[in-house]
């Protein structure tokens, strides 16, 4: 019925990389949220300011500039990292073995840590194959980042609104704090906090076709190659919105079954 | 930072010296697509909510579809695909649109924002008070009446907040018109980065443009509510 001109399977694994993306800075960003709300909500000038600072910042600034600003700032800052690591090694390779030369290191340890390093440094394939940063990585790192303002918001919200009894109840039943985290604030947390994970979700799952502009193979970029291929480029980029579609209705589908496990004791007005 | 300061300064602001560019392309792409979004949306968000199935199907439809995928595809679709029909290319008129990469971008645009608008509204104007709407209608009011003179006005009031929050959305992704080659902040600060090789400057100056371009528009609608929704304060 669906022969897909043969690119079938090269969409089908385009899928899944953008699910499995969407998935990893899903889990990416959830954690810098969760940290930055605490740092929202702690008492320390410091931290409240640098995450202030954060989410005005990254919620003021398009996605795309800022991924663009991270995936070759990124290459840069790992590209000069390697030359220095180089230079460095160089150096110390080139004593003669027995000298001391200020280092915290015997010198045949750091003539045996800078052959390793050098290999290592000097990948055949250069180094940002040798230090994991493809398209994927980069593409994981700066949605995470992103998003993870985003998400600070929504958890600082969420932890507002549960009641400050539960949590004096629960100290006093003598629980730790990470105790009374994972049993008491987190799952009511959640509850109000649902929603809004739900919007970011659909948001991230999105903003992952952005990454295709940076090289990764997600399903838009395969869909853009068989459309040039085979010049039937109207259909195979719908073939990709379509995509998008029937993942926006699995997750709106897998969303109300968590509201549902979260809201469970809760009891509604019967209008 | 310097360098590229002295270089790009007119292309980031207005004009590389034939085309318009950077911060005025942008504006103008922001303005426009809001605009065809806001003309969209205003009907479309009544008819959302028509007890006429044949009616609000479509609109749902519509607004299903283009929320649902992203806006980087929407504009792909529109700019790549459609010039791909024989019947588009030899149609003198529709060759002459989608040849640009303007037109394509800012129609794509405006029918996202229209989508998105269109919920909006039709979420506004549902939580239209039902005593205002017999208050009206007791009044002896028509139906365009009661809409023109109550529904309409209280729901646009009633949805600012959150339409401000679309028109920052918004201009966050106009900065897709560049995969376009439309001449926007990003595209100048891509340039910059393809010749001087220093993205952090390039883009970070880019970044700080948007910066100040979202608060001054956050600025903007702060006084519009206070002015707009002052019934509603405390």
Same mark, same amino acid.
């Given at each position: 019925?669906? =022969?897909?001109?043969?690119?079938?399977?090269?969409?089908?694994?385009?899928?899944?990389? +953008?699910?499995?993306?969407?998935?990893?800075?899903?889990?990416?960003?959830?954690?810098?949220?969760?940290?930055?709300?605490?740092?929202?909500?702690?008492?320390?000038?410091?931290?409240?300011?640098?995450? +202030?600072?954060?989410?005005?910042?990254?919620?003021?600034?398009?996605?795309?500039?800022?991924?663009?600003?991270?995936?070759?700032?990124?290459?840069?800052?790992?590209?000069?990292?390697?030359?220095?690591?180089?230079?460095?090694?160089?150096?110390?390779?080139?004593?003669?073995?027995? *000298?001391?030369?200020?280092?915290?290191?015997?010198?045949?340890?750091?003539?045996?840590?800078?052959?390793?390093? *050098?290999?290592?440094? =000097?990948?055949?394939?250069?180094? #940002? &194959?040798?230090?994991?940063?493809?398209?994927?990585?980069?593409?994981?790192? *700066?949605?995470?980042? $992103?998003?993870?303002?985003?998400?600070?918001?929504?958890?600082?919200?969420?932890?507002?609104?549960?009641?400050?009894?539960?949590? #004096?109840?629960?100290?006093?039943?003598?629980?730790?704090?990470?105790?009374?985290?994972?049993? !008491?604030?987190?799952?009511?947390?959640?509850?109000?906090?649902?929603?809004?994970?739900?919007?970011?979700?659909?948001?991230?799952?999105? %903003?992952?076709?952005?990454?295709?502009?940076?090289?990764?193979?997600?399903?838009?970029?395969?869909?853009?190659?068989?459309?040039?291929?085979?010049?039937?480029?109207?259909?195979? $980029?719908?073939?990709?919105?379509?995509?998008?579609?029937?993942?926006?209705?699995?997750?709106?589908?897998?969303?109300?079954?968590?509201?549902?496990?979260?809201?469970?004791?809760?009891?509604? %007005?019967?209008? | 930072?310097?360098?590229?300061?002295?270089?790009?300064?007119?292309?980031?602001?207005?004009?590389?010296?034939?085309?318009?560019?950077?911060?005025?392309? *942008? /504006?103008?792409?922001?303005?426009?697509?809001?605009?065809?979004?806001?003309?969209?949306?205003?009907?479309?968000?009544?008819?959302?909510?028509?007890?006429?199935?044949?009616?609000?199907?479509?609109?749902?439809?519509?607004?299903? !579809?283009?929320?649902?995928?992203?806006?980087?595809?929407?504009?792909?679709?529109?700019?790549?695909?459609?010039?791909?029909?024989?019947?588009?290319?030899?149609? #003198?008129?529709?060759?002459?649109?989608?040849?640009?990469?303007?037109?394509?971008?800012?129609?794509?645009?405006?029918?996202?924002?229209?989508? &998105?608008?269109?919920?909006?509204?039709?979420?506004?104007?549902?939580?239209?008070?039902?005593? #205002?709407?017999? /208050?009206?209608?007791?009044?002896?009011?028509?139906?365009?009446?009661?809409?023109?003179?109550? $529904?309409?006005?209280?729901?646009?009031?009633?949805?600012?907040?959150?339409?401000?929050?679309?028109?920052?959305?918004?201009?966050?992704?106009?900065?897709?018109?560049?995969?376009? +080659?439309?001449?926007? $902040?990003?595209?100048?600060?891509?340039?910059?980065?393809?010749?001087?090789?220093?993205?952090?400057?390039?883009?970070?100056?880019?970044?700080?443009?948007?910066?100040?371009?979202?608060?001054?528009?956050?600025?903007?609608?702060?006084?519009?509510?206070?002015?707009?929704?002052?019934?509603?304060?405390?």
């Amino acid at each position: 019925m669906l =022969n897909l001109a043969g690119y079938g399977p090269q969409l089908l694994k385009g899928t899944m990389t +953008t699910v499995e993306l969407s998935l990893a800075s899903l889990a990416v960003s959830f954690v810098i949220g969760l940290l930055g709300a605490s740092a929202k909500l702690s008492k320390s000038r410091l931290l409240k300011g640098s995450a +202030t600072l954060y989410t005005t910042f990254i919620r003021g600034v398009p996605d795309l500039v800022i991924m663009l600003l991270l995936f070759y700032s990124l290459q840069i800052w790992l590209n000069d990292f390697t030359d220095w690591v180089n230079n460095t090694l160089q150096t110390i390779m080139s004593c003669p073995p027995g *000298t001391s030369i200020g280092w915290p290191f015997s010198a045949n340890a750091s003539a045996w840590l800078a052959a390793h390093v *050098t290999q290592w440094v =000097n990948d055949p394939n250069g180094p #940002e &194959y040798a230090l994991p940063l493809d398209p994927f990585t980069s593409g994981v790192i *700066t949605l995470g980042f $992103i998003y993870g303002a985003y998400f600070t918001e929504t958890f600082r919200g969420a932890f507002l609104a549960v009641h400050k009894g539960q949590l #004096e109840a629960a100290r006093a039943f003598g629980m730790k704090p990470g105790l009374v985290f994972r049993r !008491i604030l987190f799952p009511q947390m959640m509850r109000y906090a649902l929603p809004g994970i739900g919007n970011n979700w659909q948001v991230i799952l999105k %903003a992952t076709a952005l990454v295709s502009l940076i090289g990764l193979t997600d399903v838009v970029k395969v869909a853009q190659s068989a459309g040039e291929a085979t010049f039937r480029t109207f259909y195979f $980029i719908s073939m990709a919105g379509v995509v998008y579609l029937v993942l926006t209705v699995i997750s709106n589908g897998a969303l109300l079954l968590l509201e549902r496990k979260y809201s469970v004791g809760v009891r509604r %007005a019967a209008l | 930072m310097i360098e590229i300061l002295q270089q790009y300064w007119k292309p980031f602001l207005w004009t590389d010296g034939y085309n318009i560019t950077g911060l005025a392309m *942008t /504006a103008w792409l922001l303005v426009s697509a809001c605009g065809i979004g806001f003309c969209l949306a205003l009907p479309l968000a009544i008819a959302r909510n028509a007890r006429n199935p044949l009616i609000w199907f479509p609109v749902w439809l519509y607004t299903f !579809i283009f929320r649902g995928t992203p806006l980087y595809v929407q504009l792909l679709l529109i700019y790549t695909g459609v010039y791909g029909f024989g019947f588009v290319q030899h149609n #003198e008129a529709l060759n002459e649109f989608f040849r640009q990469g303007l037109n394509c971008t800012i129609l794509s645009f405006g029918l996202n924002t229209g989508a &998105y608008t269109t919920e909006i509204f039709a979420g506004s104007i549902k939580e239209t008070n039902h005593g #205002e709407v017999d /208050a009206a209608l007791a009044f002896g009011m028509s139906k365009i009446t009661l809409y023109r003179r109550v $529904i309409i006005p209280s729901a646009l009031r009633r949805a600012l907040p959150v339409y401000s929050n679309e028109i920052i959305l918004m201009l966050h992704a106009t900065t897709l018109a560049f995969t376009a +080659t439309v001449p926007d $902040i990003l595209k100048v600060a891509n340039d910059a980065y393809s010749q001087t090789y220093n993205a952090f400057d390039a883009f970070g100056l880019a970044a700080m443009m948007y910066l100040c371009v979202s608060f001054t528009l956050i600025f903007m609608f702060r006084k519009a509510e206070r002015r707009f929704l002052a019934f509603l304060q405390p």
